[in-house]
């Protein structure tokens, strides 16, 4: 896999685009270990990092700290959040990461278990001023509210103050 990715930031970087890496839930590429092999294998010249809030507490990692431990290497981020009880069930019931989100474990921003202020304090921390996508993963034949929770997730970062 890693030479496949060296491949792939090769072919990018002819074309004056850097390559990044997105660990991702039910991926090849989601846990601490592997995130911690990918990057000792892959020199910051070949490969940034793309975190994503929502995947990286679904991994077990704090979205915050994992901001500042990759810090080097972070070049985007997505904002989610995630419902902790329907984690835990998906967790019980072994179910699938896109069966997850079917279910709801993806939820807006503000209404989950991630800590948006300590997020943006780290990305303050890190002098993060790159892109942010918000992003609301839902079971596409059940996508109908996705517009609704962006817009409710966009409303929570500004009352909030949660701003670069």
Same mark, same amino acid.
């Given at each position: 896999?890693?030479?496949?990715?060296?491949?792939?930031?090769?072919?990018?970087?002819?074309?004056?685009?850097?390559?990044?890496?997105?660990?991702?839930?039910?991926?090849? =590429?989601?846990? %601490?270990?592997?995130?911690?092999?990918?990057? #000792? *294998?892959?020199?910051?010249?070949? !490969? &940034?990092?793309?975190?994503?809030?929502?995947?990286?507490?679904?991994?077990?990692?704090?979205?915050?700290?994992?901001?500042?431990?990759?810090?080097?290497?972070?070049?985007?981020?997505?904002?989610?959040?995630?419902?902790?009880?329907?984690?835990?069930?998906? =967790?019980?019931? %072994?179910?699938?990461?896109?069966?997850?989100? #079917? *279910?709801?474990?993806?939820?807006? !921003? &503000?209404?989950?278990?991630?800590?948006?202020?300590?997020?943006?304090?780290?990305?303050?921390?890190?002098?993060?001023?790159?892109?942010?996508?918000?992003?609301?993963?839902?079971?596409?034949?059940?996508?109908?509210?996705?517009?609704?929770?962006?817009?409710?997730?966009?409303?929570?970062?500004?009352?909030?103050?949660?701003?670069?």
């Amino acid at each position: 896999m890693m030479d496949t990715i060296r491949q792939i930031s090769a072919i990018a970087a002819k074309h004056n685009i850097r390559a990044v890496v997105h660990p991702h839930a039910g991926g090849y =590429i989601e846990y %601490q270990d592997e995130l911690d092999r990918l990057l #000792a *294998d892959l020199p910051i010249d070949d !490969i &940034g990092l793309c975190l994503d809030t929502g995947h990286l507490y679904y991994a077990g990692m704090d979205p915050a700290q994992s901001l500042i431990d990759y810090a080097d290497r972070l070049e985007y981020v997505h904002f989610k959040d995630v419902n902790k009880q329907r984690l835990e069930a998906a =967790i019980t019931q %072994q179910v699938g990461f896109w069966q997850a989100c #079917a *279910d709801g474990v993806m939820c807006p !921003i &503000g209404q989950g278990a991630i800590d948006y202020q300590q997020v943006m304090a780290a990305l303050s921390q890190i002098g993060y001023h790159g892109w942010i996508t918000i992003e609301q993963e839902r079971d596409p034949r059940h996508a109908d509210t996705t517009l609704q929770d962006i817009m409710q997730s966009r409303q929570f970062l500004i009352d909030n103050g949660l701003t670069l």
